[in-house]
């Protein structure tokens, strides 16, 4: 009966949007935590059940972020692109780009890095993040002359010297490094927090609606 099976594929499709709006709800809880590994399995399984492409970007750009942190960079590409290519009025633009082309940079694409931290520094040629890009530009092109004179050294989201390690290694305890490495931690951290806060402040700012001032 065609009915009725259009009538069963109604219910698995809501039953699919319910238990995607449920992991993007727990994804989006657990971004604002700074809890990164929740946060990335969860939007992650959001994405997998292609939600509308508002959803999309959103959960793109908090999964590519959480991501990194984790120093994931390999899976963080794609989701960084997704929301760098298709938002690119969002005010978190620029930190993606950041993030974007470090993960080229960590995976040993130098071309792709350069070429995202030179867009970055077109387009926002003065913010808190040019420090960033700047650095992430610089050891881009030290990686395509060949320079070796970086080796055995990675930088982290704000530029920050970190021991050297593997794409997907975790990041070494707070403790075990040095005082100034230990703070520029800090910072990355605090940054990315602050990054989290202002998309969910400016995504909740947007879905209230206008105040209506009632008649005397």
Request: hydrophobic share 45%; aromatic share 6%; charged share 20%.
């Amino acid at each position: 009966d065609p009915l009725e099976r259009q009538a069963l594929a109604d219910r698995a499709a809501a039953l699919r949007r319910e238990v995607g709006q449920t992991a993007f709800e727990r994804g989006k809880a657990a971004f604002r935590r700074n809890e990164w590994a929740a946060a990335s399995e969860d939007l992650s399984r959001f994405l997998a059940m292609q939600p509308t492409e508002p959803e999309q970007i959103e959960a793109s750009f908090m999964l590519g972020n959480a991501l990194v942190q984790q120093r994931k960079y390999e899976p963080a590409i794609a989701p960084l692109k997704t929301f760098v290519e298709k938002d690119r009025r969002s005010k978190n633009r620029e930190w993606a780009m950041t993030l974007l082309a470090q993960a080229y940079e960590q995976t040993g694409k130098p071309e792709q890095a350069a070429a995202v931290a030179r867009e970055a520094l077109g387009m926002y040629p003065v913010s808190q993040f040019t420090p960033m890009l700047k650095a992430r530009l610089s050891a881009a092109k030290r990686a395509m002359s060949g320079d070796g004179s970086d080796a055995g050294v990675t930088t982290g989201p704000t530029g920050a010297v970190s021991p050297p390690t593997a794409a997907t290694a975790p990041i070494a305890a707070p403790m075990a490094l040095g005082r100034p490495v230990r703070a520029q931690l800090m910072v990355t951290h605090v940054i990315a927090a602050i990054a989290a806060a202002v998309f969910v402040a400016t995504k909740a700012e947007a879905a209230s609606p206008p105040a209506v001032n009632a008649e005397p």
